[in-house]
């Protein structure tokens, strides 16, 4: 895919996933557990209720924090439409939302309220590996396929 992409030109590509999995990063084993069993399909875009209360769409896994995020939402735009807070305080505690419940799932291994932020690729990762070995195969994958293309 990497190399497709390239050729259709993108200037890289985002790889969050894959590496949050590798054996030197920090994320805390009941994290990397929770991607180990995930499945493509429940790679979700966090959706946006309102205009009124922009938010940045993030991918990531269904749990109960995610379902806050949803009511965090609600609530935040009901506030919005009774000038019970501005736009800038109301997106200032969408992301202190978001903040907290990351770290509470990569650091604290809070995989039920944490947030699980993971693209659709989680499906294909089975195991925790080295970087080293991640970028190998990566970079393979590239060459065998700009190979095959006669590049």
Same mark, same amino acid.
């Given at each position: 895919?990497?190399? @497709?992409?390239?050729?259709?030109?993108?200037?890289?590509? /985002?790889?969050? &996933?894959?590496?949050?999995?590798?054996?030197?990063?920090?994320? @805390?084993?009941?994290?990397?557990?929770?991607?180990?069993?995930?499945? !493509?399909?429940?790679?979700? !875009? &966090?959706?946006?209720?309102?205009?009124?209360?922009?938010?940045? !769409?993030?991918?990531?896994?269904?749990?109960?924090?995610?379902?806050?995020?949803?009511?965090?939402?609600?609530?935040?735009?009901?506030?919005?439409?009774?000038?019970?807070?501005?736009?800038?305080?109301? /997106?200032?505690?969408?992301?202190?939302?978001?903040?907290? !419940?990351?770290?509470?799932?990569?650091?604290?291994?809070?995989?039920? @309220?944490?947030?699980?932020?993971?693209? /659709?690729?989680?499906?294909?990762?089975?195991?925790?590996?080295?970087?080293?070995?991640?970028?190998?195969?990566?970079?393979?994958?590239?060459?065998? &396929?700009?190979?095959?293309?006669?590049?």
């Amino acid at each position: 895919m990497i190399a @497709h992409l390239l050729l259709m030109g993108a200037a890289g590509v /985002q790889m969050g &996933t894959i590496f949050a999995m590798a054996e030197e990063s920090p994320c @805390h084993p009941a994290f990397k557990e929770r991607f180990c069993k995930a499945r !493509a399909r429940e790679a979700f !875009a &966090t959706p946006q209720y309102s205009s009124a209360l922009p938010v940045v !769409a993030v991918r990531a896994l269904k749990n109960k924090g995610s379902e806050e995020f949803g009511r965090l939402q609600l609530e935040l735009i009901q506030k919005l439409e009774r000038g019970e807070i501005s736009r800038i305080q109301a /997106q200032y505690e969408v992301e202190k939302y978001w903040v907290g !419940a990351l770290r509470r799932a990569v650091q604290d291994g809070d995989v039920e @309220h944490g947030s699980l932020m993971a693209g /659709q690729s989680v499906g294909l990762i089975q195991d925790s590996k080295p970087v080293k070995e991640i970028v190998r195969g990566l970079v393979a994958e590239a060459e065998e &396929t700009f190979a095959g293309l006669g590049l």
